[in-house]
Nanobody, 118 residues
């Protein structure tokens, strides 16, 4: 049974930085794609960033240049480094492992709250 566990959320001031981590347990194989979504209050969940095991990344336009996704494939762990945070980045951030490669299941973490406020 695969489980995704996020960590690293909390309260940060505008302009600050924060790093999220997501560890996937229950698989001996490396996932092809790992990524992050977020959902702000009253809004739909939206993709933030994805990274494949061969190094291809994608970012939402709203976070380009500020967020960086990285991963340790051997540990099935994905990270999201968030810099120059803005109040509009406030949301619950979800780790996601979508179907791809050998994996046919869409896995989600429980979410971690990120609040950007002074």
């Amino acid at each position: 049974q695969v489980q995704l566990v996020e960590s690293g959320g909390g309260l940060v001031q505008p302009g600050g930085s924060m790093r999220l981590s997501c560890a996937a347990s229950g698989s001996t194989l490396s996932f092809y794609v790992m990524g992050w979504h977020r959902q702000a209050p009253g809004k739909q969940r939206e993709p933030v960033a994805t990274l494949t095991s061969d190094g291809s990344s994608n970012y939402a336009d709203s976070v380009k240049g500020r967020f960086t996704i990285s991963r340790d494939s051997a540990k099935n762990t994905v990270y999201l480094q968030m810099n120059n945070l803005k109040p509009e980045d406030t949301a619950v951030y979800y780790c996601n492992v979508p179907p791809g490669g050998w994996n046919w299941v869409d896995y989600w973490g429980q979410g971690t709250q990120v609040t950007v406020s002074s």
